[in-house]
């Protein structure tokens, strides 16, 4: 099972809003609502942000939306803050395997 | 509150073995899948497997399948993972993460050094 494809770096000013992309196939992405989203920064644990395409957990500003179109993924990241700045990881559920991850996207707040 | 503790760094050479821990606590520790996360140094994240703990069904993914070992003790709220013989390429931090379709709660994490 190859990991989601997402862009190594996106970067925008503070105020901003990014967005990055998750592409996958129609048997993870595609196929089901199973897509979450994780942020990390350095030195620490991953922190879920987004789960089952759209939803936040609680806590979790409303700065940050999920989103899918076929079998693309997508989080937007409104408004954006220098606390953002972390990478960024998707991952979905297939039926073949235990799911995947993506391969992360850095995040820079210039 | 929930959360995940996991056991401290190691050090190990190769071929020694290593089992390594993840205590839950403040959920039913039996109503909710456990999995293993490994991030090799300034690289991505990889699910290696999980497991149900109230009954031990326990799924691999592909690529760590006969490398490693999972388990889990439900009387002490404890899930485990355990190579029988280390090798550097092991040498990486591993996550302990709850849940099956998406992880919402994380372990801080435990740093395995495999050096000679």
């Known amino acids: 099972q190859s990991a989601l494809t997402q862009p190594a770096s996106v970067s925008g000013s503070p105020g901003q809003s990014i967005t990055i992309s998750c592409t996958g196939t129609s048997s993870d992405v595609g196929g089901y609502k199973y897509v979450s989203w994780y942020q990390q920064h350095p030195g620490k644990a991953p922190k879920l942000m987004i789960y089952?395409?759209?939803n936040r957990p609680s806590g979790v500003s409303n700065r940050f939306s999920g989103s899918k179109s076929g079998n693309t993924a997508s989080l937007t990241i409104s408004g954006l803050q220098a606390e953002d700045e972390a990478d960024y990881y998707c991952r979905s559920y297939t039926s073949s395997t235990t799911g995947v991850f993506g391969t992360g996207t850095k995040v820079t707040v210039l | 509150e929930v959360q995940l503790v996991q056991s401290g760094a190691e050090v190990k050479k190769p071929g020694e073995s290593l089992k390594i821990s993840c205590k839950g606590s403040?959920?039913?520790?039996?109503?909710?899948?456990i999995g293993w996360v490994r991030q090799m140094p300034g690289k991505g994240l990889e699910l290696m497997g999980i497991?149900?703990?109230?009954?031990?069904?326990?799924r691999y993914s592909p690529s760590f399948q006969g490398q490693v070992t999972i388990s889990a003790d439900k009387s002490i709220n404890t899930a485990y993972l355990q190579w029988s013989s280390l090798k550097a390429s092991d040498t990486a931090m591993y996550y302990c993460v709850r849940g099956y379709y998406y992880f919402d709660y994380w372990g801080q994490g435990t740093l395995v050094t495999v050096s000679s």
């Open positions: 497991i149900y703990p109230s009954d031990s069904d326990t």
């Open positions: 089952d395409i759209s």
């Open positions: 403040g959920y039913t520790f039996t109503n909710s899948w």
